[in-house]
């Protein structure tokens, strides 16, 4: 066991020899961390977490120094320094570089590997963080904590979501599902939950467990595939429940040392498909213990009471342990060595007995027994040893041929399952192949080959071989450029793409076992096949021929007769592996029958497979027919195809039979891969050399032809520009023609403009003169008529001058008219409210009535007259001037003949003018005196009505003489003689109804109105007299 101390370095190598762990502890390497200062002290280790391939860890001490170790390159590294203890990791985030890490100071840092920078920072928890859960995808995880447990996006490092819950619970673990989209949660109470990760949608619990069991579940782990769910706590009893039943369905019972279970984890297997078998359950005594579930037995077990276990981690792909042990430091185990124990094979029943030379006498023969593999005599071409291999069947008998190997498996076992299911299981095909062909995982041969890169052979395979899946093309890359590297040959052998594709395809997940399947199948079952390279193996198909010529001499007979070859109807079935002729259940059922037998029974098969079709090949007759048949698929029962090569293998005999020439199975050496160099060394190197020759003269010629190229591209840029300035110099000739043209044409055209132009010039001038004189003559017209305008203008405004001075005299009469009326009237309103004084209370409303009613009619009275004798006076004066605009008129067309004439009618009218305002006037004195009268007759009747009012009120019970008078008023607005109406009689007694008083002055009011509209058609007939005056005149 290697040990590395750390010490203050930050980086450096794991291990400095090769390791070599004991199959006793499994133990590659033993990492401490000792501090060489003053005072030594050992820094312990708390915590370990593996990456997502396995190959690479990362582990923390209690001084927050967290360190890298990359087991497959044997380098550590230290990438943070965190100054705190850590409580968790994890190093299977989306970004390979990065992890996380929980403190002490219950926050979570996300750091990364090769820039040794902080990512983020995630702060939330009160209490320390114990788990770290990352989802498949890495894109989400979520921290545990004893209070809560917190879900974050690992894209922006935000809180999703936060699960709370009672203090009196608790929480124990909360994590994803592995290949999933489940969160599993689990409680201090046994409660066991599942959750969907994108709607937290609970989707279901399990059951209690039973009641008989009184575990408290601690610690928990879950198969790959994500079936089983095993739990464990203070007990040594092992709960598993299948999550696909929601129910428990075995309770495995521990060793009686074993009183409580400290952590769970499942070792992962490549061949299992996920789901594990093999469960690690470290204990209270720090043992780790790796059981099977299946079959209750104790594989192996790390860790011892001295040196115990504290916590344990295993990587993804199930080779390596590391565990943190008691005393701080790290341990690595190798899953391999812990296992070659655990799948040794039980000792040999097969005794190999040989015989001695005939020279030696019979009585000294020797019985040599072998326990370990059985091993087939070598033949020897001068004199062959008879050897008789006796194995027992199951009825007790020997038969031979009986091979055994260190794995855990028997061949006699395979061979009996073989035959009796026709194929090994579908879930178990890739393990049982791996243990016949004895694979030797050799990781560092492999990754050199690798390393070297893509073979400049098969840089261009894509278009060769155009493969749909980029995935398939790179591991089929990788594949035959390591068999390449790994010998020269198959750089040059053409049928190595078709050979290796079906094993490319099957293993493109593992390249490593890929690699190992394919070197192994060339170097057992294609013995001597690059004896004659680059021709077909000729040995190899003579020997095809021989057991085809034995077996079927009518088929081989007929390939004769159409010249067919064994190039033709075996080579395609050896070179493809029978790839083209079968689909994939029929290629596995066909390998694994190859796998289990002597490498001539690939060759077997070929005959067999040509045997069983020989009805069609006996029908075909062209040789593209034949061609067709061996490369395209069949309907033909792949089951005895094997049949009948097996009764080949029975039935041949021995002088034919190709198991004389081909060797026995040969697994390849461990460590490093064994020296193939079973070929024409001369040829091979021959071709390297021509290949490299015609490499350099196709360089040569490349770089000649790129010269050639480039002069040709130079003289065909150069003529391309001569083209095109020969061509510009046509077209500015040819342009330079055009605009000649053009100048020609627009000359023509401008001469003829302006000829044109002449000649309207001409026209415009004489028609300039005509207008001048007609305007002239025009303006000479326009200049009298103005001139007339002027003069009637000077006339209009005389009259209006006198007419405005006479509407003034007369409005000033009108107004002081106007203001005599007023105070008649104030004077009346006077009298009227002494006589409403006196009776307030009976005949206030219908006094303050009338008067209002006698006040409104008496200035519509004044108004309507006034606006009748303004309205006649201007339609007067509108009807003379308009005579008079026509009689002017009239009398201008007649050149003034009739001057005089008008002017005697001017001056009738205007003495006829006078006698009408004489009229007038004396119209208006009549109209005064009438006025005087109604107003004496008005004021009489109010006093006797004041007096009678102040008698009655003196003489209140005093009987009341009715007396009716009748009084004649004659309105002031009335012309000439017409007087107002009677007005009715008024009951001068106090106590006559308001009624009678409101009827009679309604009355009155109405006889005003009638009046009002009697002056109105005097005055309309007056004004149309006087309008028709003129006319009379001026006949």
Same mark, same amino acid.
């Given at each position: 066991?290697?040990?590395?101390?750390?010490?203050?370095?930050?980086?450096?190598?794991?291990?400095?020899?090769?390791?070599?762990?004991?199959?006793?502890?499994?133990?590659?390497?033993?990492?401490?961390?000792?501090?060489?200062? =003053?005072?030594?002290?050992?820094?312990?280790?708390?915590?370990?977490?593996?990456?997502?391939?396995?190959?690479?860890?990362?582990?923390?001490?209690?001084?927050?120094?967290?360190?890298?170790?990359?087991?497959?390159?044997?380098?550590?590294?230290?990438?943070?320094?965190?100054?705190?203890?850590?409580?968790?990791?994890?190093?299977?985030?989306?970004?390979?570089?990065?992890?996380?890490?929980?403190?002490?100071?219950?926050?979570?840092?996300?750091?990364?590997?090769?820039?040794?920078?902080?990512?983020?920072?995630?702060?939330?928890?009160?209490?320390?963080?114990?788990?770290?859960?990352?989802?498949?995808?890495?894109?989400?995880?979520?921290?545990?904590?004893?209070?809560? #447990?917190?879900?974050?996006?690992?894209?922006?490092?935000?809180?999703?979501?936060?699960?709370?819950?009672?203090?009196?619970?608790?929480?124990?673990?909360?994590?994803?599902?592995?290949?999933?989209?489940?969160?599993?949660?689990?409680?201090?109470?046994?409660?066991?939950?599942?959750?969907?990760?994108?709607?937290?949608?609970?989707?279901?619990?399990?059951?209690?467990?039973?009641?008989?069991?009184?575990?408290?579940?601690?610690?928990?782990?879950?198969?790959?595939?994500?079936?089983?769910?095993?739990?464990?706590?203070?007990?040594?009893?092992?709960?598993?429940?299948?999550?696909?039943?929601?129910?428990?369905?075995?309770?495995?019972?521990?060793?009686?040392?074993?009183?409580?279970?400290?952590?769970?984890?499942?070792?992962?297997?490549?061949?299992?498909?996920?789901?594990?078998?093999?469960?690690?359950?470290?204990?209270?005594?720090?043992?780790?213990?790796?059981?099977?579930?299946?079959?209750?037995?104790?594989?192996?077990?790390?860790?011892?009471?001295?040196?115990?276990?504290?916590?344990?981690?295993?990587?993804?792909?199930?080779?390596?342990?590391?565990?943190?042990?008691?005393?701080?430091?790290?341990?690595?185990?190798?899953?391999?060595?812990?296992?070659?124990?655990?799948?040794?094979?039980?000792?040999?029943?097969?005794?190999?007995?040989?015989?001695?030379?005939?020279?030696?006498?019979?009585?000294?023969?020797?019985?040599?027994?072998?326990?370990?593999?059985?091993?087939?005599?070598?033949?020897? %071409?001068?004199?062959?040893?008879?050897?008789?291999?006796?194995?027992?069947?199951?009825?007790?008998?020997?038969?031979?041929?009986?091979?055994?190997?260190?794995?855990?498996?028997?061949?006699?076992?395979?061979?009996?399952?073989?035959?009796?299911?026709?194929?090994?299981?579908?879930? =178990?095909?890739?393990?049982?192949?791996?243990?016949?062909?004895?694979?030797?995982?050799?990781?560092?041969?492999?990754?050199?080959?690798?390393?070297?890169?893509?073979?400049?052979?098969?840089?261009?395979?894509?278009?060769? =071989?155009?493969?749909?899946?980029?995935?398939?093309?790179?591991?089929?890359?990788?594949?035959?450029?390591?068999?390449?590297?790994?010998?020269?040959?198959?750089? +040059?052998?053409?049928?190595?793409?078709?050979?290796?594709?079906?094993?490319?395809?099957?293993?493109?997940?593992?390249?490593?076992?890929?690699?190992?399947?394919?070197?192994?199948?060339?170097?057992?079952?294609?013995?001597?096949?690059?004896?004659?390279?680059?021709?077909?193996?000729?040995?190899?198909?003579?020997?095809?021929?021989? &057991?085809?010529?034995?077996?079927?001499?009518?088929?081989?007979?007929?390939?004769?007769?159409?010249?067919?070859?064994?190039?033709?109807?075996?080579?395609?079935?050896?070179?493809?592996?029978?790839?083209?002729?079968?689909?994939?259940?029929?290629?596995?059922?066909?390998?694994?029958?190859?796998?289990?037998?002597?490498?001539?029974?690939?060759?077997?098969?070929?005959?067999?497979?040509?045997?069983?079709?020989?009805?069609?090949?006996?029908?075909?007759?062209?040789?593209?027919?034949?061609?067709?048949?061996?490369?395209?698929?069949?309907?033909?029962?792949?089951?005895?195809?094997?049949?009948?090569?097996?009764?080949?293998?029975?039935?041949?005999?021995?002088?034919?039979?190709?198991?004389?020439?081909?060797?026995?199975?040969?697994?390849?050496?461990?460590?490093?891969?064994?020296?193939?160099?079973?070929?024409?060394?001369?040829? &091979?190197?021959?071709?390297?050399?021509?290949?490299?020759?015609?490499?350099?003269?196709?360089?040569?010629?490349?770089?000649?032809?790129?010269?050639?190229?480039?002069?040709?591209?130079?003289?065909?840029?150069?003529?391309?520009?001569?083209?095109?300035?020969?061509?510009?110099?046509?077209?500015?000739?040819?342009?330079?023609?055009?605009?000649?043209?053009?100048?020609?044409?627009?000359?023509?055209?401008?001469?003829?403009?302006?000829?044109?132009?002449?000649?309207?010039?001409?026209?415009?001038?004489?028609?300039?003169?005509?207008?001048?004189?007609?305007?002239?003559?025009?303006?000479?017209?326009?200049?009298?008529?103005?001139?007339?305008?002027?003069?009637?203008?000077?006339?209009?405004?005389?009259?209006?001058?006198?007419?405005?001075?006479?509407?003034?005299?007369?409005?000033?009469?009108?107004?002081?008219?106007?203001?005599?009326?007023?105070? /008649?009237?104030?004077?009346?309103?006077?009298?009227?409210?002494?006589?409403?004084?006196?009776?307030?209370?009976?005949?206030?409303?219908?006094?303050?009535?009338?008067?209002?009613?006698?006040?409104?009619?008496?200035?519509?009275?004044?108004?309507?007259?006034?606006?009748?004798?303004?309205?006649?006076?201007?339609?007067?004066?509108?009807?003379?001037?308009?005579?008079?605009?026509?009689?002017?008129?009239?009398?201008?067309?007649?050149?003034?003949?009739?001057?005089?004439?008008?002017?005697?009618? &001017?001056?009738?009218?205007?003495?006829?003018?006078?006698?009408?305002?004489?009229?007038?006037?004396?119209?208006?004195?009549?109209?005064?005196?009438?006025?005087?009268?109604? +107003?004496?007759?008005?004021?009489?009747?109010?006093?006797?009505?004041?007096?009678?009012?102040?008698?009655?009120?003196?003489?209140? =019970?005093? /009987?009341?003489?009715?007396?009716?008078?009748?009084?004649?008023?004659?309105?002031?607005?009335?012309?000439?003689? #017409?007087?107002?109406?009677?007005?009715?009689?008024?009951?001068?007694?106090?106590?006559?109804?308001?009624?009678?008083?409101?009827?009679?002055?309604?009355?009155?009011? %109405? +006889?005003?109105?009638?009046?009002?509209?009697?002056?109105?058609?005097?005055?309309?007939?007056?004004?149309?007299?006087?309008?028709?005056?003129?006319?009379?005149?001026?006949?």
């Amino acid at each position: 066991m290697q040990s590395t101390d750390l010490g203050n370095k930050e980086s450096g190598k794991i291990w400095h020899r090769k390791p070599s762990p004991a199959s006793r502890d499994g133990i590659i390497v033993n990492i401490i961390h000792n501090t060489s200062d =003053y005072l030594p002290k050992v820094l312990r280790f708390l915590n370990v977490a593996f990456d997502s391939s396995g190959d690479c860890l990362i582990a923390g001490d209690h001084q927050g120094n967290i360190y890298l170790f990359d087991l497959h390159g044997n380098r550590f590294n230290l990438v943070q320094r965190t100054a705190q203890a850590c409580t968790a990791l994890a190093f299977n985030l989306r970004r390979k570089s990065e992890f996380l890490v929980a403190l002490a100071d219950y926050s979570v840092k996300c750091f990364d590997t090769v820039t040794k920078e902080l990512v983020s920072w995630m702060r939330g928890h009160e209490s320390s963080v114990f788990s770290i859960s990352v989802h498949a995808s890495g894109r989400y995880a979520i921290t545990t904590s004893s209070d809560t #447990a917190q879900l974050w996006d690992l894209d922006t490092f935000q809180r999703k979501r936060k699960l709370n819950i009672l203090q009196s619970v608790g929480i124990q673990k909360v994590f994803f599902l592995p290949l999933s989209n489940t969160i599993l949660s689990c409680f201090k109470d046994n409660s066991i939950f599942a959750w969907e990760c994108d709607t937290l949608l609970c989707k279901y619990q399990l059951p209690a467990p039973p009641d008989s069991s009184s575990m408290s579940y601690k610690v928990f782990a879950v198969t790959r595939d994500g079936r089983i769910l095993a739990a464990g706590g203070k007990s040594n009893h092992l709960h598993l429940w299948c999550l696909e039943a929601k129910q428990l369905f075995r309770i495995i019972q521990m060793p009686t040392k074993v009183r409580a279970i400290r952590h769970l984890e499942f070792l992962p297997d490549s061949f299992d498909a996920g789901s594990n078998q093999v469960l690690g359950v470290l204990s209270q005594d720090g043992i780790m213990r790796f059981v099977n579930i299946q079959t209750c037995k104790l594989l192996f077990e790390i860790g011892s009471p001295d040196e115990g276990i504290h916590s344990s981690a295993i990587s993804p792909h199930g080779r390596f342990i590391a565990s943190i042990m008691e005393n701080g430091s790290l341990n690595i185990y190798s899953v391999q060595a812990l296992t070659q124990e655990v799948n040794k094979p039980p000792p040999p029943l097969v005794k190999v007995i040989e015989d001695l030379p005939k020279s030696m006498r019979s009585g000294d023969l020797k019985l040599k027994v072998s326990s370990g593999r059985v091993q087939r005599p070598a033949k020897s %071409r001068e004199s062959k040893t008879k050897t008789r291999i006796l194995k027992q069947d199951l009825t007790g008998h020997f038969e031979n041929n009986e091979h055994e190997f260190s794995d855990g498996l028997s061949r006699k076992r395979l061979q009996i399952l073989l035959k009796g299911y026709g194929e090994y299981p579908t879930k =178990y095909r890739m393990f049982i192949w791996r243990s016949l062909l004895q694979l030797p995982e050799n990781h560092t041969a492999f990754s050199n080959l690798i390393d070297k890169g893509i073979h400049v052979a098969f840089l261009n395979l894509q278009k060769k =071989y155009p493969i749909k899946s980029r995935k398939l093309l790179r591991v089929l890359q990788r594949t035959l450029s390591a068999l390449a590297h790994w010998s020269d040959i198959f750089s +040059d052998t053409p049928y190595l793409p078709l050979l290796a594709f079906p094993f490319v395809k099957l293993f493109q997940n593992n390249q490593l076992i890929c690699f190992e399947v394919v070197a192994t199948l060339i170097t057992n079952w294609c013995q001597h096949w690059f004896e004659y390279f680059p021709n077909p193996p000729i040995n190899i198909l003579g020997m095809v021929e021989n &057991v085809l010529a034995f077996h079927d001499k009518e088929l081989l007979q007929h390939f004769i007769n159409h010249d067919i070859t064994s190039q033709l109807y075996a080579w395609p079935l050896l070179e493809t592996v029978f790839s083209e002729v079968l689909t994939r259940e029929e290629w596995l059922k066909l390998f694994d029958n190859v796998f289990s037998n002597h490498p001539s029974f690939l060759l077997m098969s070929v005959v067999a497979y040509n045997i069983c079709s020989r009805a069609p090949l006996l029908n075909c007759n062209l040789k593209d027919d034949f061609e067709y048949f061996f490369h395209h698929r069949n309907n033909l029962d792949i089951s005895v195809v094997i049949k009948e090569a097996y009764h080949l293998m029975d039935t041949t005999p021995t002088d034919i039979h190709p198991d004389n020439l081909l060797d026995v199975f040969v697994a390849l050496t461990k460590g490093q891969y064994p020296v193939f160099n079973q070929y024409p060394k001369f040829i &091979v190197d021959y071709q390297t050399q021509e290949r490299e020759r015609i490499r350099n003269d196709e360089l040569d010629y490349l770089r000649e032809r790129q010269t050639v190229e480039n002069l040709q591209a130079e003289v065909d840029q150069q003529r391309v520009e001569d083209e095109a300035w020969y061509q510009k110099q046509e077209l500015l000739r040819k342009a330079e023609e055009m605009r000649r043209e053009m100048l020609l044409q627009e000359e023509e055209r401008m001469l003829q403009q302006r000829e044109r132009l002449a000649a309207v010039k001409r026209e415009l001038k004489v028609k300039e003169l005509h207008l001048q004189d007609a305007a002239r003559r025009r303006f000479l017209k326009l200049q009298q008529d103005q001139r007339e305008i002027e003069l009637r203008r000077l006339e209009d405004e005389i009259e209006r001058k006198n007419l405005t001075r006479s509407q003034e005299a007369v409005a000033k009469e009108m107004r002081e008219e106007l203001d005599a009326f007023r105070r /008649k009237v104030d004077l009346e309103e006077d009298m009227f409210h002494k006589l409403i004084d006196t009776n307030k209370t009976q005949n206030q409303k219908a006094q303050k009535l009338i008067e209002e009613k006698l006040a409104k009619a008496t200035q519509a009275c004044l108004n309507t007259d006034w606006r009748i004798q303004a309205l006649h006076k201007q339609r007067c004066n509108d009807l003379q001037r308009g005579e008079c605009y026509w009689e002017m008129a009239k009398l201008l067309q007649e050149n003034r003949r009739k001057e005089s004439e008008v002017l005697n009618t &001017v001056m009738a009218e205007e003495a006829k003018k006078w006698e009408e305002a004489e009229e007038k006037d004396f119209q208006l004195e009549s109209e005064k005196k009438a006025s005087a009268l109604a +107003d004496e007759s008005r004021r009489l009747f109010l006093e006797q009505e004041l007096s009678d009012a102040l008698e009655h009120a003196k003489h209140p =019970y005093k /009987k009341v003489v009715p007396r009716s008078q009748t009084k004649h008023f004659t309105s002031s607005c009335l012309p000439r003689t #017409a007087q107002l109406s009677d007005i009715s009689e008024m009951d001068s007694s106090l106590q006559s109804s308001f009624s009678q008083r409101e009827m009679q002055w309604d009355t009155m009011e %109405r +006889d005003l109105m009638e009046r009002v509209r009697n002056l109105r058609q005097r005055l309309t007939a007056q004004a149309r007299n006087r309008r028709q005056t003129p006319h009379l005149l001026t006949i």
